[in-house]
Nanobody, 121 residues
Framework: QLVESGGGLVQAGGSLRLSCAASGRSFSNYGMAWFRQGPGKEREFVASTRGIEGTKYYSDSVKGRFTISRDNAKNTVYLQMNSLKPEDTAVYYC????????????????WGQGTQVTVSS
């Protein structure tokens, strides 16, 4: 089970930190990712981190502004979002992929319920 938190309303240029707490065992074996779905848009990849070696990937739209990190001792993955823009407005979803961690949503086995992020101009 994945439970996201930390969403909310923020002005453009502001920051938010999303958290995703995972239940279960062997969290470090799971690649973890954040995806988002804006109003009227398809779900898109935001960032991911592989479980063991911790390699990180970012979409071009968030590179340099967002940072994904994980704390395997706490079974938690984070998304630090800085310099937020109105186009970052979306529902943000956490996902887990056993031994994976790429940018393809179809590879992810588990999904959270999502948390709303709204960026006002």
């Amino acid at each position: 089970q994945l439970v996201e938190s930390g969403g909310g309303l923020v002005q453009a240029g502001g920051s938010l930190r999303l958290s995703c707490a995972a239940s279960g065992r062997s969290f470090s074996n799971y690649g973890m990712a954040w995806f988002r779905q804006g109003p009227g848009k398809e779900r898109e990849f935001v960032a991911s981190t592989r479980g063991i070696e911790g390699t990180k990937y970012y979409s071009d739209s968030v590179k340099g502004r967002f940072t994904i990190s994980r704390d395997n001792a706490k079974n938690t993955v984070y998304l630090q979002m800085n310099s937020l823009k109105p186009e970052d407005t979306a529902v943000y979803y956490c996902a887990a992929d056993y031994l994976g961690g790429g940018n393809n949503a179809h590879e992810y086995d588990y999904w959270g319920q999502g948390t709303q992020v709204t960026v006002s101009s």
